[in-house]
């Protein structure tokens, strides 16, 4: 089955600066990729998304690169924020209907002002 | 808006006991999920169901069962409870129309916090 690896556990960036979260997978029929952020006491809520037949795709100040041949993908956030620090989770899952979505560990992020 | 209910916030039980975790979903959901939530162990998934009366083991099923008996409920059943089983469930369903929107969002419930004694 799917295994999603996570790295870092932990990121502590300076307000302004920029972070980046590694995941690779290891199913090669994996193609959908999304990223949830959970705040603290919250339920996890989605953020971004991406799919095999696009290489990178941008919302405002976050950005997730893929390289399917290598099986990472990434999730940059630029001009870091106090209200970014949350705990960041990559996932994922083919893309049938009926997929299950695999999570990796999670990146605790805090924003240092 | 969407949402999804977990029955219970917070629940102790002893060891042995049999324990219920309920999902509801308001939204005609095709999927459901449990995750267990840990501290550095991410979201890991327990079963998932596609349709009524259908499921498949997730990654971490063993001391675990699940029934759907209606779309918009699902449900978690330790039969046996362990101390082991000490954690953060969270139930999540998506729409299932991937083919359709080419995504397909996971909403979560609040989570239930089982303390198993």
């Known amino acids: 089955g799917e295994n999603v690896e996570q790295h870092p556990s932990t990121l502590s960036v300076q307000e302004g600066d920029s972070a980046v979260i590694k995941c690779t997978y290891s199913d090669s029929a994996s193609n959908y990729f999304p990223w949830y952020k959970q705040e603290l006491g919250k339920r996890p809520q989605l953020i971004i998304d991406?799919?095999?037949?696009?290489g990178e795709k941008k919302d405002q100040r976050i950005a997730v690169t893929l390289n399917k041949t290598a099986k990472h993908f990434s999730l940059h956030i630029t001009e870091t924020q106090p209200e970014d620090s949350a705990v960041y989770f990559c996932?994922?899952?083919?893309?049938?209907?009926?997929?299950?979505?695999?999570f990796g560990s999670g990146t605790r992020l805090s924003i240092r002002p | 808006d969407v949402k999804v209910t977990q029955s219970s916030r917070y629940l102790v039980k002893r060891t042995g006991e049999k324990v219920f975790l309920e999902c509801v979903q308001d939204?005609?959901?095709?999927?459901m999920f449990w995750y267990r939530q840990d501290p550095g162990l991410g979201l890991r998934l327990i079963y998932f169901s596609y349709d009524v009366k259908m499921k498949e083991k997730g990654d971490i099923p063993e001391g675990y069962s699940v029934s759907r008996e209606k779309k918009e409920r699902f449900s978690l059943i330790l039969e046996s409870a362990s101390t082991n089983q000490t954690s953060m469930y969270l139930c999540?369903?998506?729409?299932?129309?991937?083919?359709?929107?080419?995504?397909?969002?996971?909403?979560f419930g609040a989570g239930s916090r089982l303390t198993v004694l």
């Open positions: 996932a994922a899952s083919t893309d049938s209907s009926a997929s299950k979505i695999i």
């Open positions: 939204m005609d959901h095709e999927n």
């Open positions: 991406i799919r095999s037949n696009v």
């Open positions: 999540a369903s998506s729409p299932g129309t991937f083919l359709l929107l080419g995504t397909n969002v996971l909403t």
